[in-house]
Nanobody, 113 residues
């Protein structure tokens, strides 16, 4: 069974930065496209960024130019570097493979104005 453990969230002021990590176990990490999602209170979970096994990246318009997704295959880890954070980025952030497996616990990101 594939498992995802997200970390790196926290409280940051508007304009600040955070780097999220997602460690994947139970599968061959390198063959999967990895996705970062977020879910704000009262809203549906939304796809934020994706990275293919070969490193091709796609971003939601709301984070383009501010967030960077990356992966380290030998470490079975995906990352999300978040810069120029805004209060509207406040959410629980999750990672998953594609197609999605069971969700991890996520990591809370709170951006104060």
């Amino acid at each position: 069974q594939v498992q995802f453990v997200e970390s790196g969230g926290g409280l940051v002021q508007s304009g600040g930065s955070l780097r999220l990590s997602c460690v994947v176990s139970g599968s061959i990490f390198s063959i999967y496209t990895m996705d970062w999602y977020r879910q704000a209170p009262g809203k549906q979970r939304e796809l934020v960024a994706s990275i293919t096994p070969l490193g091709v990246t796609v971003y939601a318009d709301s984070v383009k130019g501010r967030f960077t997704i990356s992966r380290d295959n030998p470490k079975n880890t995906a990352y999300l570097q978040m810069n120029s954070l805004k209060p509207e980025d406040t959410a629980v952030y999750y990672c998953n493979a594609r197609p999605p497996n069971a969700w991890g616990q996520g990591t809370q990101v709170t951006v104060s104005s």
